[in-house]
C-alpha cells in the first residue's frame, strides 16, 4: 500500500520511497511503531513526525519480518535482499559446509550482538567474500529486532550500526536510507526488474542498449514511475517476442 500511494498515487520520486515519513499504519501495528492510531479497522494513512526513528521502506517492520530468521533478526539475509532485489547484484551462495552454530547462538555472553557474532562467523576466507556485501548494510539495520521493533541495545550490550555502503558511510539506518536513496545502481535495477516483469523473461542480447535508454529516460524524469511504465509498454521488447534461435537457411 504504502509503495502504490508514493510511486503511483503521489507520483512521487522513487528514491524517496526509501526516506520517506509516509506510512499506513492499522490499530496494531501501532505500538510496534509507537504511533497512535485513531481507526479501530482498516489502514489510516500516517506519517512519521521529524526525528522519528522510522524513515522509509527499510525501516519498515514488514521488510524486517521477511528477512530475519525466526525470533531474531539476519543482517545477511536483509543485506543479501537489498543487494540483490534492490541493487539487481549477485550475492554467491553460501558453501554447503558453512557452520552457523556460533552466529545461531544469540545467549552468548562473549558475543552478545549479531555484529560480534558474525564477525567470528565470516572470518573464514570461505564466508568472507560474500558477508562483506551483505552485512555492512544488515548491521545498519539492527535496530530493529525480528519482527521489526524499534531497540537500541542486545543482550544488554549497545547496537552499533554504523557501516558503509559502497564507499558511502553511515552512523544509523537513518543515513544508510539516505546513502541508499542515492546510490547509482538503484534506478537502473527498478528499470531491469520492470522491463523483465512486463516482458515475462530476461532481457536478451541486444536489449541493454534499450534498458540503458529507458534508464537514462528514468532518470530524465525524476525517476517517477508512471513515464518509465509507460516507456516500458511502448518498447519493442513488450510488443514483440524475440526469437532465441535464427531462422533455418533455405
Known amino acids: 500500500a504504502v509503495i502504490e500511494l508514493h510511486l503511483l498515487a503521489r507520483g512521487l520520486p522513487y528514491p524517496e520511497l526509501f526516506t520517506t515519513r509516509q506510512t499506513y499504519l492499522t490499530r496494531s501495528l501501532g505500538p510496534i511503531y509507537a504511533m497512535p492510531v485513531r ?7 500516517s506519517e512519521f513526525p ?4 522510522r524513515t522509509g521502506l527499510l525501516s519498515h517492520a514488514s521488510f524486517h519480518i521477511l528477512h530475519s530468521h525466526p525470533g531474531r533478526s539476519s543482517p545477511t539475509l536483509r543485506g543479501q535482499f537489498i543487494r540483490e532485489a534492490l541493487l539487481c547484484q549477485t550475492v554467491p551462495p553460501a558453501p554447503a559446509d558453512v557452520e552457523f552454530a556460533l552466529f545461531n547462538d544469540d545467549q552468548n555472553e562473549e558475543l552478545r550482538t549479531a555484529r560480534e557474532r558474525l ?3 565470516s572470518s573464514s576466507g570461505s564466508c568472507r567474500s560474500c558477508h562483506l ?26 547496537i552499533d550500526t554504523s557501516g558503509d ?5 553511515f552512523q544509523d539506518h537513518v ?4 546513502a541508499f536513496a542515492d546510490h547509482p545502481k538503484l ?3 527498478l528499470v531491469e526488474n520492470l522491463y523483465r516483469y512486463a516482458v515475462g523473461r530476461e532481457e536478451v542480447e541486444g536489449e541493454q542498449s534499450l534498458l540503458l535508454r529507458l534508464s537514462d529516460q528514468f532518470q530524465d ?3 517517477r514511475i508512471r513515464p518509465l511504465l509507460r516507456a516500458i509498454v511502448l518498447s519493442d521488447g513488450f510488443t514483440t517476442a524475440p526469437s532465441r534461435n535464427p531462422p533455418a537457411q533455405v
Open 133 to 158: 556485501m551483505t552485512d555492512p548494510i544488515g548491521l545498519g539495520l539492527e535496530n530493529f529486532d525480528g519482527i521489526g521493533r524499534y531497540r537500541t541495545r542486545e543482550n544488554d550490550a549497545v
Open 39 to 45: 481507526s479501530a479497522t482498516g489502514w489510516e494513512d
Open 221 to 223: 524524469e525524476d525517476y
Open 187 to 189: 534506478g537502473p535495477c
Open 119 to 121: 564477525a567470528v562467523h
Open 50 to 53: 521529524v526525528g522519528h526513528v
Open 165 to 169: 555502503l559502497d564507499g558511502v558511510a
Open 175 to 178: 543515513e544508510m536510507a539516505t
